[in-house]
């Protein structure tokens, strides 16, 4: 069952690097602002944008396995038809890395069949909340 309650959520919030798939170049829209506060409050934004070289500062990656570093939580800004793609590709790093092991699914955002899967192979799954908002409401 996707991560609802307070003591879970704060605890995901304790991650230091956060791949976010979607991230937007544009100021205004949640897809930048969001990231834009993380990364203010600390938090390391590796941004997923193939149609990027650089949002926020931080060079952009074309997709999640093209992600360096370790990855503590994935932050989705994508429509829901195209969370199963996503989720399976955070399955398939958490597999093969060992890292990923969240993933965070934005405001509006979910796909519970493939909730159930990530969360199957050890992936914590968040759906239809703001991080932002959670951030702001559990440690503001």
Known sequence: MPLTDDEDLNRLLDA???????CS??????AHDVPAYLQRNGYRVIPVNPFADEILGEPAVDRLADVDADVDLVNVFR????VPEILDAVRERHGARGDAAAAWLQLGISHDEAAER???????????????????RLRG
């Open 79 to 82: 429509p829901s038809e195209e």
């Open 118 to 136: 990530a969360e199957a192979d050890g992936v914590e799954v968040v759906q239809d909340r703001c991080m932002k908002v959670e951030h702001g």
């Open 16 to 22: 230091d690097t956060v791949a976010v798939i979607g």
């Open 25 to 30: 170049t544009t100021p205004g829209k949640a």
